[in-house]
């Protein structure tokens, strides 16, 4: 039913892993761009440049599509966003579209940019949206990779993404602005967000990506408890709303379920075990559907 194009390069392999964690394995054969998902909602799928996706998909060659802001935004592409899904190649999914410079520039911000400087990145469009609002005239040279390699030698400055700015400062470059900040996307087109079938298995595949999002780092506890410790132990418990309590049959013990942060686990079964709670198990949570 649904045709879906998704990215290659840096988003490719968390692509494909949050795919996987969403029950919606894709299986790529060993050469070629057209993995399959054994779902029926999905008919075709297609690896494509993350430049290219927001275009494809506003054009209605594909129904469905998963790119950066950054490039949704630089395409200027009449999509329709379904979903903001934070994630990334590393990190909590935020990129930062950056103005550089180099370490030794007396230049502090981008409103300290000399007119006429020339200024490289793949995002011209952006950038020069950016320049123009500052009131600046610069020149704005498009580049095909390697960007950091370009300042000083023969650019001012640089416009790019980074995550952490690490391979920047490795570069010898400094951030003097942020022009935005981007997030991973997944899309539509407006014919087929309106067509009534193809909407309802978007909202679908929509449902089962942010849950399988939401369920990272977190895990599922349960435990019984006696009557009599039943308040100590609720009042260790983290809980996205309160915990699940039910009274276990023919006794005065309860059982208690709730979701908690993995990264703190193992700190909080302890606590538990020593207000009182027994036979805790910790289990691996696939998706949280709100």
């Given amino acids: 039913m649904l045709?879906?194009?998704?990215?290659?390069?840096?988003l490719e392999e968390q692509t494909y892993k949050l795919f996987e964690d969403a029950n919606l394995k894709l299986k790529k054969?060993?050469?070629g761009y057209n993995p399959t998902i054994d779902d029926p909602r999905i008919a075709k799928v297609k690896i494509l440049r993350p430049q290219e996706i927001p275009v494809y998909v506003a054009s209605g060659d594909f129904d469905l599509g998963i790119s950066g802001?950054?490039?949704?935004?630089?395409?200027?592409?009449?999509?329709?966003?379904?979903?903001?899904?934070?994630?990334?190649k590393t990190g909590t999914g935020v990129v930062k579209m950056v103005l550089a410079v180099c370490d030794e520039s007396s230049i502090h911000s981008a409103r300290d940019i000399?007119?006429?400087?020339?200024?490289?990145?793949?995002?011209?469009?952006?950038?020069?949206?950016?320049?123009?609002?500052?009131?600046?005239?610069?020149?704005i040279f498009f580049s095909y990779g390697a960007t950091e390699a370009k300042v000083p030698d023969f650019m001012d400055a640089l416009v790019d993404l980074t995550e952490t700015g690490s391979t920047l400062k490795l570069n010898g470059l400094r951030i003097i602005?942020?022009?935005?900040?981007?997030?991973?996307?997944?899309?539509?087109?407006?014919?087929?967000?309106?067509?009534?079938?193809?909407?309802?298995?978007?909202?679908?595949?929509?449902?089962?990506?942010?849950?399988?999002?939401?369920?990272?780092?977190r895990v599922l506890l349960l435990m019984n408890t006696p009557a009599e410790c039943l308040d100590a132990v609720i009042a260790e418990l983290p809980a996205m709303k309160r915990p699940t309590i039910s009274q276990l049959y023919g006794t005065?013990?309860?059982?208690?379920?709730?979701?908690?942060?993995?990264?703190?686990?193992?700190?909080?079964?302890?606590?538990?075990?020593?207000?009182?709670?027994?036979?805790?198990?910790?289990?691996?949570?696939?998706?949280?559907?709100?």
């Fill in 114 to 139: 000399p007119p006429g400087s020339r200024i490289t990145t793949e995002f011209p469009g952006i950038t020069r949206s950016f320049f123009e609002q500052l009131g600046i005239p610069v020149e």
């Fill in 69 to 88: 802001y950054d490039w949704v935004t630089e395409s200027e592409s009449d999509v329709v966003e379904i979903a903001e899904l934070p994630y990334a």
């Fill in 3 to 10: 045709s879906l194009a998704l990215p290659k390069g840096s």
């Fill in 177 to 217: 602005d942020v022009i935005l900040e981007s997030t991973t996307r997944l899309f539509t087109n407006q014919t087929a967000w309106e067509d009534p079938a193809k909407r309802e298995a978007i909202e679908a595949i929509r449902t089962l990506l942010l849950g399988a999002i939401e369920a990272r780092g």
């Fill in 252 to 290: 005065n013990d309860y059982s208690l379920t709730t979701v908690a942060d993995k990264k703190g686990v193992n700190i909080l079964i302890p606590r538990l075990k020593a207000a009182g709670a027994t036979d805790i198990l910790e289990l691996p949570i696939n998706k949280i559907v709100r």
């Fill in 29 to 31: 054969p060993d050469r």
